[in-house]
């Protein structure tokens, strides 16, 4: 799998599942833009790359992904001028039901998860037409599955997930492939930040031993060599795809 010189912005780079993509990424020979909002966290993304490899360029874009689309698309094309590999990973989570999910939550949620990729993705799709380029989208198991009390976000995900198959359908005749990765638990900051404790975190962690068919949950490096793939000429056939990383997660069934 080569990426040879391409160009791929990734979004939620500064933690978990992004900052592990970046520099898979760059592993594999391509120019990342490095884009969220915490820029020291960006910055220690980007020296990770640079360590893994001082042949490419990894351009950090401080940006919040719900407003600052035109400033991720200027400064990328001003760097590199093009662009062949949008990865949508910046992405929140928050408990709640239908009962207790407040509407300001429900709206950040839909915000983020989902309006931000229609608009970075409508924006960034003009620049991969021209190089034939590819969107890998960060879903989750929560797109493609139900759990109670995390609402606005399986709803966010689900909609993730039926976004990723028909812009697949709308840009096949333009040899551009859009696929989505539909993680389990991983263990990153994502829980901690949704308000959970560390108490909270290890007991979820605990129970998620039960919840995966593997009896555990994953690492960030075992989810961004599959987003690698999709977006590498090795999966130059799949579009509209989904894919589960999540320890047999989705396929299991309560009895
Ligand atoms: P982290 O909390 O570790 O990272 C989330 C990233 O998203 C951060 O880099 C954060 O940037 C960025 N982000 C959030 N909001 C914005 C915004 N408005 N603008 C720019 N960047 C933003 O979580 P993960 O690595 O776990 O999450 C990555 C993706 O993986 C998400 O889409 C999540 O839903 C998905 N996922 C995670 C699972 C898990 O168990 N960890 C399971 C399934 C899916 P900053 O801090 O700089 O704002």
Known sequence: MTLNKKVAIITGASSGIGAA??????????????????????????????KANPKVKCLII????????????????????????LVNNAGI?????ILDTESGDFDSIMDTNLRAVFQLTKSVVPYLIKTKGNIVNVS??????????ALAYCVSKAALDQFT???????????????????????????????????????????????????????????APSIVFLASDAASFITGSLLPIDGGKNVMCPR
């Open 21 to 50: 993509t970046c520099v898979d990424f760059v592993k594999n020979n391509a120019n990342v833009v490095a884009v969220g909002r915490n820029l020291e966290n960006l910055k220690q993304t980007s020296a990770a790359c640079t």
């Open 62 to 85: 401080q940006a919040d992904v719900t407003k600052d689309t035109q400033k991720i698309i200027d400064q990328t094309i001003k760097e590199f001028g093009k662009i062949d590999i």
């Open 93 to 97: 989570l928050k408990s709640g039901t």
């Open 140 to 149: 989750s198991v929560a797109g493609i599955r139900s759990f109670p009390n």
């Open 165 to 223: 198959r028909c812009v697949a359908l709308e840009l096949a005749p333009h040899n551009v492939r859009v696929n989505s990765v539909n993680p389990g638990v991983v263990i990153t900051e994502v829980h901690k930040r949704s308000g959970m404790d560390e108490k909270a975190y290890a007991d979820y962690l605990e129970l998620c031993k039960s919840t995966h068919a593997l009896g555990r949950v994953a690492t960030v490096d075992e989810i």
